[in-house]
């Protein structure tokens, strides 16, 4: 009785990240998100669930404006990051991406060394001073994308020489290390096998302590496993977002409840 | 045709039966269809070898004899009599003295190289016995007098060139036969290059002058070269490739990496795929239209010659580099953009190092095509008998009227004399040269920036 409460305390202690609010997304003719209105919290890890083409993907990327690439694509709607309007004129979506990391399903480490794919970032917003603490930063970040004992000794080896899950765990450092507050993954571990998949769940849960974290997924056992908050989609309308432990227990819509017992997807 | 039961009929053979030993008849023809088609491909590279190597085979026997030229080996006493009269070595004056005033020399020359091998000499005209050497000859002797005044007085020796000719003699194109019908040259010439030929003064040598020299007047094709027309190419191809490798490398990043998909790009897509197809002529009286008649640009010039292969170059590029760009995966601009790359920084640190193979394959093969393209060329003037020195630095280069290898080969193919013939058959060897080498550049350029992700 008494975890319960410190648990519900830490809860509402917990500042909302980013908050959206009626959010429509069009590819041209295509409504593809209807009206979605959501809180992410910080320092928490939140996966969205749903049928494949739900509008997962879709809602993540309005999150740091990658839909702008797009031409067709249309965002209505307001998502304010800690109060402020992302979709604001006056933003630069290059800007906001620096804080808002982004994770792809497709492990996708730029053809060059390591090294470079973790300096990158740091590089080109002037994280840096020298090349001492930019050695820093690769080191630091490599070692929050729990990798660093993997590939110290190689660090000016090809970054696509690496194992599927290698790789993927070098783009999720390539992400942190230009000290983003926000970090989203697009099904991370949809193309590495139960090992690497393991460890990569492993990170995210470490992730936590320092960023917010969306995970979309299709697995429901690894929303369990690592999120706290789960998001489900159906047909670009969000039908339920709660604790992830209430979702997957006592779900309030039907809708949920037939996905999760494996019914509709 | 091959393939029966596709047409529903099921085979009515129950497989149960069936052995894997031994074939069955539906696997037999499928087999004999297989074997046919082997052969029908094996036949026609074969035909594509037979055909190349008749080509090649027969450029290289026609055109090997323009790197080898006949000389005679005199040794000419540069005569003060003749040659600088008042005995001051005063350069105006002996600059004065006309290539027709060496002729008295050269006639002493080759009498005195016949009187000392010995051999008959039926002629009693010196214009007679001019008749061995090239036109050019005095010529050569002028240059080296005029280059050298202190020399006159002293016995010289020269190699001079033969005329065309004994030339074709020593190559097997001329015959006493032939000469029945040619005013040039007598069948006792013949009888007397044979004895000179025994005593060492005819020699056939190799022929650096048809690499690096300029073309020569119909008369005299022993002197014709390929080597100032070969500048003509080079300055052309300076600007094509600082012309068109920037614009259309810049309008294909563009294009495919900022602009929005909408009608209006669709229509210069259209139009840059047309514009590929567009026959190289069209180019030619478009810029005779524009660079010539319009911006008055100097008529001849490799520089308006080099804008004109611009214009026909920028659709190969375009197209070529738009398609290595799109060959780039969409997932490492993704992973550029999830940075915080801007757009540009996206392009220009990721995306075109990765095009940078095949953007350069389709350069290289954009300037081969513009290297050995003729008919634009025939429009703004740059063919003919044009350039008589090499261009004197980078400006006279761009500016001073010239030709370009394929347009020299024309000219010479036009000719009558068949001793230019053999001249544009060494220009094709030439010519075939640079483009393999460009095309070799194209390959190793492609093994060396190739790399996977
Ligand atoms: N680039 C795009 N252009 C047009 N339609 C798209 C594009 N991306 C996604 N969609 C559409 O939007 C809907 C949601 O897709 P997506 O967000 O990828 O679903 P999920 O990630 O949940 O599987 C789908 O109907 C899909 O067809
Ligand atoms: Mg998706």
């Known amino acids: 009785m008494n975890d319960m409460t410190k648990i519900e305390r830490t809860v509402d202690m917990q500042t909302n990240k980013i908050s959206a609010k009626n959010v429509q997304v069009h590819y041209g003719d295509t409504h593809a998100i209807k009206d979605v209105n959501v809180e992410i919290q910080d320092k928490t890890v939140t996966s969205f669930i749903g049928p494949s083409g739900c509008g997962k993907s879709t809602f993540l990327r309005c999150l740091n404006r990658m839909n702008d ?180 227990t006592n779900p309030e819509d039907s809708r949920t409840e037939a996905y999760i017992t494996g019914r509709i997807g | 045709m091959t393939d029966m039961t596709a047409n529903g009929v099921p085979e009515a053979t129950p497989h149960a039966k069936s052995s894997l030993l031994t074939q069955d008849a539906h696997t037999k023809q499928r087999n004999a269809a297989e074997k046919r088609f082997r052969i029908y491909g094996i036949t026609a590279i074969a035909i594509g070898l037979v055909f190349l190597v008749l080509l090649i085979s027969s450029i290289l026997f026609k055109g090997v004899g323009a790197f080898q030229q006949t000389k005679l080996t005199l040794q000419v006493e540069l005569l003060e009599a003749k040659l600088d009269k008042s005995g001051t070595r005063d350069i105006e004056k002996i600059k004065k003295v006309t290539t027709f005033g060496y002729n008295p020399l050269i006639d002493t020359a080759i009498k005195r190289a016949l009187e000392e091998g010995g051999i008959e000499n039926p002629f009693s005209k010196g214009k007679d016995l001019r008749k061995l050497l090239s036109s050019g000859a005095a010529a050569q002797i002028r240059e080296f007098v005029v280059a050298n005044p202190d020399r006159i007085g002293d016995t010289v020796e020269f190699k001079l060139l033969a005329s065309s000719r004994v030339d074709g003699y020593l190559k097997g194109r001329v015959s006493r036969e032939s000469l029945a019908r040619d005013k040039n040259l007598t069948p006792v010439h013949l009888d007397m290059v044979d004895q000179m030929r025994e005593t060492g003064v005819v020699n056939k040598g190799f022929n650096l002058s048809f690499i690096t020299g300029a073309d020569a007047s119909e008369s005299r ?233």
């Open chain 2, 221 to 453: 094709p022993e002197q014709a070269g390929i080597g100032v027309s070969m500048l003509g190419s080079f300055y052309m191809m300076l600007v094509v490739l600082t012309a068109a490798l920037p614009i259309g490398v810049a309008a294909s990043i563009y294009l495919e990496e900022f602009a929005k998909q909408n009608w209006f790009t669709d229509l210069i897509e259209v139009n840059i795929s047309n514009l590929a197809a567009v026959p190289s002529i069209v180019f030619g009286i478009l810029g005779l239209a524009v660079f010539i008649q319009f911006a008055h640009l100097p008529q001849s010039a490799p520089l308006v010659g080099g804008l004109v292969l611009t214009l026909m170059t920028l659709p190969t590029i375009i197209i070529s580099t738009r398609a290595s760009l799109k060959a780039v995966p969409p997932s490492i601009r993704e992973a550029a953009l999830g940075v915080g790359a801007s757009k540009m920084q996206t392009v220009f640190h990721h995306v075109l190092p990765l095009a940078m193979p095949g953007i350069l394959t389709g350069t290289i093969i954009g300037l081969a095509q513009a290297l050995g393209e003729t008919a634009p060329l025939l429009l703004i003037g740059m063919v003919g008998y044009i350039a008589s020195n090499p261009p004197e630095g980078l400006i006279d280069g761009f500016l001073s009227p010239n030709s370009a290898m394929p347009a020299q080969i024309y000219e010479w193919a036009k000719r009558a004399d068949p001793a230019y013939y053999e001249r544009a058959w060494g220009g094709i060897i030439i010519l075939l040269l640079f483009l393999m080498t460009m095309n070799i550049i194209a390959i190793l350029l492609r093994r060396r920036f190739e790399r996977r992700w």
């Open chain 1, 69 to 248: 690439t797009i031409d067709i694509c249309r965002v209505q709607g307001d998502i304010l990051l800690d109060g402020e309007d992302i979709y604001d004129k006056r933003v630069d979506p290059v800007q906001l991406r620096a804080k808002v990391g982004m994770v792809f399903q497709k492990p996708n480490p730029f053809p060059k060394s390591i090294y470079d794919n973790i300096a990158y970032g740091p590089r080109i917003h002037g994280l840096a001073r020298n090349k001492a603490e930019l050695d820093e930063i690769v080191e630091k970040s490599l070692r929050r994308g729990a990798i660093w004992d993997e590939v110290k000794d190689r660090l000016h080896a090809p970054g696509t020489g690496l194992s599927g899950g290698q790789q993927q765990r070098l783009c999720i450092a390539r992400a942190v290390a230009t000290e983003p507050e926000v970090l989203l993954m697009d099904e991370p571990c949809s193309a590495l096998d139960p090992i690497a998949t393991a460890q990569v769940e492993e990170l995210i849960d470490e992730l936590r302590e320092k960023f917010a974290v969306v995970i979309v997924t299709h697995s429901m056992q690894q929303a369990a496993r690592v999120s706290q908050k789960t998001a489900f989609f159906h047909m670009g309308n969000l039908v339920e977002y709660d604790d992830t432990t209430k979702i997957f």
